[in-house]
C-alpha cells in the first residue's frame, strides 16, 4: 500500500501563490498517473489536475487552467502542485492521489491510495 503526504498548504492573500508537494512510500509511484483533487465545505472534491507516469501529459480542470500546473520527480517519488494567482475560491483541503492507471482520470473512483490533505485558505 503507497502512503501519500502532502505538504505546502497554508494561509495567503488573493493573487499570491503556493507550491504543494505530495511525497509517495514505495516502488509504485513511479508507473502510476497521479492527481490532485480538492473539497470546499459544503461541496464535493473535485479535480483539479493530474499528470500521466512519465510527467509529459498534463490535463486540468477549467477553473485553475493557466493559474495551477502539476509536476511529478519519479526519482524522488514526490508530485506538486502550482498555485498561481490564487482566488479566495480556491480555498479547500487539497488532497493528492494514486491512480490506478499510468493514464489521466478526472474521477475519484479511478484512484487507488489518497493523502490526508492539506488546507489551503486564500484571504481576499
Known amino acids: 500500500q503507497v502512503q501519500l503526504v502532502e505538504s505546502g498548504g497554508g494561509l495567503v492573500q488573493a493573487g499570491g501563490s503556493l507550491r504543494l508537494s505530495c511525497a509517495a512510500s514505495g516502488r509504485t509511484f513511479s508507473s502510476r498517473a497521479m492527481g490532485w483533487f480538492r473539497q470546499a465545505p459544503g461541496k464535493e472534491r473535485e479535480f483539479v489536475a493530474a499528470?500521466?507516469?512519465?510527467?509529459?501529459?498534463?490535463y486540468y480542470a477549467d477553473s485553475v487552467k493557466g493559474r495551477f500546473t502539476i509536476s511529478r520527480d519519479n526519482a524522488k517519488n514526490t508530485v506538486y502542485l502550482q498555485m498561481n494567482s490564487l482566488k479566495p475560491e480556491d480555498t479547500a483541503v487539497y488532497y493528492c492521489?494514486?491512480?490506478?492507471?499510468?493514464?489521466?482520470?478526472?474521477?475519484?473512483?479511478?484512484?487507488?491510495?489518497w493523502g490526508q490533505g492539506t488546507q489551503v485558505t486564500v484571504s481576499s
Open positions: 499528470i500521466n507516469w512519465t510527467g509529459d501529459s498534463t
Open positions: 492521489a494514486l491512480d490506478f492507471r499510468r493514464t489521466i482520470h478526472t474521477v475519484p473512483d479511478e484512484y487507488d491510495s
